[in-house]
């Protein structure tokens, strides 16, 4: 099969085509989404393959995106499983009895393949029809799922889920291991079905310290990426610039928030590693010129690196026009080439 634009950037073999996708593409950014979701709960909706097919594929028919992202939540394996979570609006994950002793465990069992049949059924369905745009597959990193279920919801601080870390580090690593093996057969079984890349995020990691990070956070997500070996993977966290280095050394493409240029990234990361990003989502509701210099300048800066993938520094605003993401994968298109090229030649940085 010939290599798409996306996967040739994620292994470091970037031709002169630069791909585009965004987070949170599927979304309610696009008004067909909303329709066809009406009033299913996130949760009811993510078991179902016809939906999620339709809801994945909206963004690639619209945008012309190079790469399709599975339309589902980092909560469905842990609900699959067993575990109490509800999706509210407004809100988010909603855990009914959290996780704080060593007897809650109980009530985060394993996860076998067949309880995510839906995922296969629908991965399968995508990939008929997605045929050369790659679809990704993804899920939520040790540290993020187990904030939610220690939390019992979301949190500004983590406080109660970092105070656990380090007050009681053997339930600590034990409950990681137990998401980290969820997480991985959730990932395992998209992969089968025909995703040919996923995404781990770990989207609370950068509340921690670099130490704590090193210390609590990245075995687990180690053990996650490494049981993944037949796909790129592509690793990304928000307000990860500090742990930048950690996080790439466990995957192949590190994925960047807006917070770090993607020059500096690619040197923090030792210039090995294809980037991911990292426009700044609050851009979009910028008039178009400025945001069109902004797309531009995070083309030259992705340039430093082997590979880059652009997207969004975090996922699509819900209240983002459609038709500016539009307009921005055709400038992505036309131009980035040129843009990368130039920039590549001229060694242009951020600074």
């Not at 007897?103 to 985060?108: F, P, Q």
Request: charged letters at 20%.
């Amino acid at each position: 099969m010939t290599a798409s634009p996306f996967l040739a950037a994620a292994t470091g073999n970037q031709g002169p085509q630069l791909p585009v996708w965004f987070m949170r593409q599927a979304g309610r950014s696009l008004p067909e989404y909303r329709t066809v979701r009406a009033d299913r709960p996130m949760l009811e909706s993510c078991t179902d393959p016809d939906l999620v097919t339709e809801v994945t594929l909206q963004p690639v028919r619209r945008h012309g995106v190079d790469a399709a992202i599975l339309f589902s939540d980092i909560m469905v394996p842990l609900a699959a499983a067993g575990v109490g979570v509800e999706i509210v609006a407004g809100v988010g994950p909603v855990i009914a009895e959290p996780i704080r002793t060593e007897a809650d465990l109980a009530r985060v069992p394993a996860l076998d393949p067949s309880d995510v049949g839906f995922i296969d059924t629908a991965v399968r369905q995508l990939v008929a029809e997605l045929g050369e745009t790659p679809l990704i597959g993804f899920a939520g990193a040790p540290f993020t799922m187990a904030s939610y279920l220690v939390e019992g919801g979301p949190s500004k601080d983590h406080a109660r889920t970092k105070a656990l870390m380090v007050g009681a580090p053997e339930l600590w690593h034990a409950l990681c291991a137990r998401i980290a093996a969820i997480s991985t057969v959730f990932l395992q079984v998209q992969v089968a079905a025909g995703a040919r890349t996923v995404q781990l995020f770990d989207s609370w990691a950068g509340s921690l310290s670099v130490a704590d990070y090193r210390e609590f956070v990245l075995p687990h997500s180690t053990a996650v990426l490494a049981a993944i070996t037949d796909v790129p993977r592509i690793h990304f966290g928000v307000g990860t610039g500090e742990l930048l280095a950690d996080m790439a050394g466990i995957t192949d493409v590190i994925g960047v928030d807006w917070r770090v240029p993607l020059d500096e990234a690619a040197r923090r990361v030792g210039g090995t590693k294809p980037v991911q990003g990292n426009l700044d989502p609050a851009l979009l509701q910028a008039p178009w010129p400025v945001l069109a210099d902004r797309v531009r300048q995070v083309i030259r800066t992705g340039a430093q690196a082997p590979g880059h993938i652009f997207n969004l520094g975090h996922g699509v605003p819900p209240q983002t026009d459609p038709d500016v993401l539009t307009r921005i994968v055709e400038l992505v298109h036309t131009e980035g080439p040129e843009l990368r090229a130039a920039a590549r030649a001229d060694g242009v940085t951020s600074s």
